[in-house]
């Protein structure tokens, strides 16, 4: 059993950054970060492998986001930059199947954190 705990979450002004990070217990497999704002659909952020090798980015957060992982501490980050009022959610990570590439679909996560909110004031 993978438990997920996020933290990081803040209330913050446009423009500002923040980094998020999600402890994982049990093996490194591969991490997503989804959100999900009021009245909207989970949306997937970012994913990225097992070994940290290959990541996924939403067009939304291209060259703003950045995915990492520390496999010794099974801790997988989410820095944000640039932030905007349309980044405004609650984010959970997740954990897939063990696979070689990036999950890209909810479906493929079996594991799931409680979430952390972001809000974004303008």
């Known amino acids: 059993q993978v438990q997920l705990v996020e933290s990081g979450g803040d209330l913050v002004q446009a423009g500002d950054s923040l980094r998020l990070s999600c402890a994982a217990s049990?093996?490194?497999?591969?991490m997503g970060w989804f959100r999900q704002a009021p009245g909207k659909e989970r949306e997937l952020v970012s994913a990225?492998?097992?070994?940290?090798?290959?990541?996924y980015y939403a067009d939304s957060v291209k060259g703003r986001f950045t995915i990492s992982r520390d496999n010794a501490k099974n801790t997988v980050y989410l820095q944000m930059n640039s932030l905007k009022p349309e980044d405004t959610a609650v984010y959970y990570c997740?954990?897939?199947?063990?696979?070689?590439?990036?999950?890209?679909?909810?479906?493929?996560?079996?594991?799931w954190g409680q979430g952390t909110q972001v809000t974004v004031a303008s």
């Open positions: 049990g093996r490194s497999l591969p």
């Open positions: 997740a954990a897939a199947r063990l696979r070689s590439g990036v999950a890209v679909s909810v479906t493929e996560y079996d594991y």
């Open positions: 990225i492998t097992w070994s940290g090798g290959n990541t």
